[in-house]
């Protein structure tokens, strides 16, 4: 099992830049791809950006924010990042760090592959 918490969230305005982070602990060995998805209130979660193990499969990021956002992974904290830049009112949402630790492969944005979840950290970009 693996648990994961989140923080950095806050407000900003439009055009503005925002870090999440999220603490991995448990099984913390590396070896699974880990991504972020986001919710915005009355909307379903959607995928925002994904990142394989070690440094072989690379990461992958929904259209909506790429270009903008970077995903990143400190292996020797166990932390996942997202640098957001250029915000948006858009990008207001609820940000969730998840783990897959049963999918073997490059980095993934199927929600349904992902089985451990963070609680979540709110991002308001105001206009």
């Known amino acids: 099992q693996v648990q994961l918490v989140e923080s950095g969230g806050g407000s900003v305005q439009a055009g503005g830049s925002l870090r999440l982070s999220c603490a991995a602990s448990?099984?913390?060995?590396?070896?699974?791809?880990m991504a972020w998805f986001r919710q915005a209130l009355g909307k379903e979660r959607e995928r925002v950006a994904g990142i394989g193990p070690g440094r072989v499969y690379g990461t992958r990021y929904a259209d909506s924010v790429k270009g903008r956002f970077t995903i990143s992974k400190d292996n020797r904290k166990t932390t996942l990042y997202l640098q957001m830049d250029s915000l948006k009112p858009d990008d207001t949402a609820m940000y969730y760090c998840?783990?897959?630790?049963?999918?073997?492969?490059?980095?993934?944005?199927?929600?349904?592959?992902?089985?451990?979840w963070g609680q979540g950290t709110q991002v308001t970009v105001s206009s």
């Open positions: 448990g099984y913390t060995d590396n070896t699974y791809c």
């Open positions: 998840a783990a897959a630790l049963d999918y073997e492969g490059p980095p993934t944005l199927a929600r349904a592959e992902y089985n451990y």
